[in-house]
């Protein structure tokens, strides 16, 4: 890794990743913004790895995260936060994140996932691996695909972005109450019944909107 962006607001924040960062890779080069709108005036460079805050000023990391995955940026996307609910990790992973690391893990542990990336393995808190393998392991189908129509796919997809009812039926030109028949319907073939679990799923069928 040789050019890491750090998205951060918190100026100690900042500083105490760019040292976790030189850890990890000591000769890399490391920008630092504090704002999406700084961060996306940097996007036509090309940085191997960025560490993404989800709560910024002007809006969410994951604006970021999603603008870099349309501009085909080959960056590593890896979301740092203090936010540990299930809600959040599924919302950065549908966006196309490459990692979620908790910010309460002491310096040495987040330098050793960073360094783990260069091996191609996953920057994930270990909290944050438990949870996911507990999902897969407890819900869903375990080894068919669920039987969904067309229709039902986009709207998986669709509320898998965190999209509410109402923005599903304005995408697809559908009214709003067969975008919940739709959701009733996919909820019972995949047997969940929460749009966390949605976006999980969403997410590993490989459903994009």
């Not at 900042?14 to 030189?22: D, K, M, N």
């Not at 940097?42 to 970021?64: F, H, N």
């Not at 998986?156 to 319907?185: D, F, P, Y």
């Amino acid at each position: 890794m040789r050019k890491i962006l750090i998205i951060e607001d918190i100026a100690e924040t900042r500083a105490w990743l760019t040292e976790i960062v030189l850890q990890a890779y000591p000769s890399a080069t490391v920008d630092q913004t504090a704002t999406v709108a700084q961060a996306l005036a940097l996007i036509p460079r090309v940085y191997d790895l960025a560490l993404i805050d989800l709560g910024l000023p002007d809006g969410s990391g994951l604006d970021v995260v999603r603008e870099m995955r349309a501009a085909q940026m080959p960056t590593l996307c890896v979301v740092t936060t203090v936010i540990g609910e299930d809600s959040s990790v599924v919302s950065a992973l549908s966006a196309g994140a490459d990692g979620y690391l908790l910010k309460e893990y002491p310096a040495a542990v987040l330098a050793r996932q960073l360094d783990q990336i260069s091996h191609g393995i996953p920057a994930l808190s270990p909290s944050i691996a438990r949870r996911i393998m507990d999902h897969f392991r407890f819900t869903g189908p375990a080894a068919t695909e669920p039987g969904l129509t067309d229709r039902e796919s986009e709207v998986l997809a669709l509320i898998g972005r965190g999209l509410r009812n109402t923005e599903v039926a304005q995408h697809l030109n559908i009214a709003e109450t067969t975008v919940a028949g739709h959701i009733k319907s996919v909820y019972r073939k995949l047997g969940i019944s929460s749009r966390a679990e949605a976006a999980w799923h969403a997410t590993r069928m490989g459903l994009r909107s």
